[in-house]
């Protein structure tokens, strides 16, 4: 069967709002360290890593062991009505890392589900569906997850169990805070708070959920110190702080283990996905006690934290730790975007190289503006496939080529990638002149 064939198949029995990449699809068969190979035969670079999922690369024997030693005993659910020895001690790891004190971890499946349950128990506990939330953000796809996202193309419906006030990103390229310094930028931000608060909600407020660098929206993130001084008036009226780590968590940044770290700050609430489970079904938030005990009902994740999830996500942190990949990501990200600034400080069309570690975008304008030109970014993104490299897109305007690759790319593999996407762009550009 051609994959031509397996995308017929495909549209005849899946949704047309699931998007599929690149003008002729892509079907990934295998995959070892940081590359994957499709269909064809070909190999490819993996600078994407399933939108960051695949933290530690592809069939990495300790991970693999891990989950085959637990398929070995005959159970792969339980239920968690049941002691679950992988659950406790991946929540025990979870805790101590988390930064927050007196800590308790609820497992979940997904990024979508853990920033649900931070939700939940944000309002319940301040007894408030009143929530601040931050334009251009993403943080689910579920109907609370949607209503907090300030993201256009990803808010599928209008309906609403929560009521939101916005706040500005503080992002450098548009809006009212970019015409400022990044100094002033805070400060605005700040008064903005303050106004949004005076204006738009009735006082008491359950929390702001933020993201402390901006997946889907492009990798877009305020100056460091937003969030620390956010904080300071959250803390004025008793609202909670969640931070979305599904993205920025498990040293991907390189200079933190999390995202917040960045900024000076505790979060109340950190909700994480994504990489912990390395490709397996794995999310959850931690946060303090006093704050996730505040569920009123039965409640339980059917296949949160099951044995099989919590066994890959227990190896995936040991291997993470014992192997200091937060340390990598920066050495290696820092390869890739010294190199990138370099290579196309003379393009126009390149308005920003930005992110931290192993968490890179490139932005893409019509040159002497910051118009967006998502045409030329899916120029770079097809120029990326055909040379060997698999890149992510993004951004509020379809305009930012995102990457994310495993945390354990080595600098050899960095230079062969950074390679790859300079000819892409430069190719790319060629074309539209």
Same mark, same amino acid.
């Given at each position: ?264 700050? =505790?979060? /109340? +609430?950190?909700?994480? !996905?994504?990489?912990? %489970?390395? *490709?397996?079904? #794995? &999310?959850?938030?931690?946060? $303090? ?54 290579? =196309?400080? /003379? +393009?126009?069309?390149? !308005?920003?190289?930005? %992110?931290? *570690?192993?968490? #890179? &975008?490139?932005?893409?304008? $019509? ?67």
């Amino acid at each position: 069967m051609t994959s031509a064939d397996l995308l017929a198949r495909h549209r005849a029995v899946l949704p047309s709002w699931m998007p599929l990449y690149y003008a002729e699809p892509l079907e990934l068969v295998a995959g070892s360290g940081r590359r994957v190979t499709d269909a064809a035969g070909r190999s490819y670079l993996d600078f994407f890593g399933g939108v960051l999922t695949t933290m530690v690369g592809h069939d990495i024997p300790e991970i693999r062991e891990a989950v085959e030693r637990q398929l070995r005993t005959g159970l792969v659910h339980t239920s968690t009505l049941y002691l679950i020895r992988q659950q406790v001690e991946l929540a025990e790891k979870v805790a101590r890392l988390s930064g927050i004190p007196d800590a308790r971890v609820f497992f979940t499946n997904s990024g979508t589900e853990a920033n649900e349950a931070a939700l939940l128990v944000a309002t319940n506990h301040r007894r408030s569906h009143q929530i601040l939330a931050v334009r251009n953000s993403y943080h689910g796809r579920s109907y609370a997850a949607m209503g907090v996202t300030g993201n256009r193309s990803w808010s599928a419906s209008a309906l609403n169990p929560l009521q939101v006030a916005w706040l500005h990103s503080g992002e450098r390229l548009r809006g009212l805070l970019a015409r400022l310094d990044a100094d002033d930028r805070i400060d605005a931000a700040v008064e903005d708070l303050r106004e949004v608060l005076a204006t738009q909600t009735a006082g008491d407020v359950a929390c702001l959920i933020a993201e402390p660098i901006q997946g889907v929206g492009g990798f877009v993130h305020g100056p460091d110190g937003l969030l620390a001084a956010w904080k300071k008036v959250l803390d004025e009226h008793g609202i909670l702080l969640i931070s979305d780590e599904v993205q920025t968590g498990w040293g991907r940044t390189g200079e933190h283990f999390w995202g917040y770290q960045a900024h000076g700050v =505790t979060p /109340d +609430l950190l909700t994480f !996905a994504k990489g912990v %489970g390395n *490709g397996f079904a #794995l &999310a959850g938030v931690v946060g $303090r006690a006093e704050i996730l005990e505040s569920v009123p009902a039965i409640s339980f994740s059917t296949f949160g934290g099951n044995p099989i999830s919590t066994a890959a996500g227990n190896a995936v942190l040991d291997y993470l730790l014992d192997h200091d990949l937060q340390a990598n990501a920066a050495r290696v990200g820092a390869i890739l975007a010294d190199g990138l600034r370099a290579a =196309t400080a /003379d +393009l126009d069309q390149v !308005a920003e190289v930005r %992110g931290k *570690g192993l968490m #890179l &975008a490139v932005e893409f304008v $019509r040159p002497g503006t910051v118009e967006p030109d998502a045409e030329l970014t899916t120029r770079v993104f097809e120029a990326c496939r055909a040379g060997g490299l698999l890149v992510g897109k993004g951004g509020l305007y379809g305009n930012v080529v995102r990457m994310g690759p495993p945390l354990t790319l080595t600098e050899d593999e960095a230079r062969e990638g950074l390679a790859i996407l300079v000819d892409a762009i430069r190719t790319a550009v060629g074309a539209a002149a």
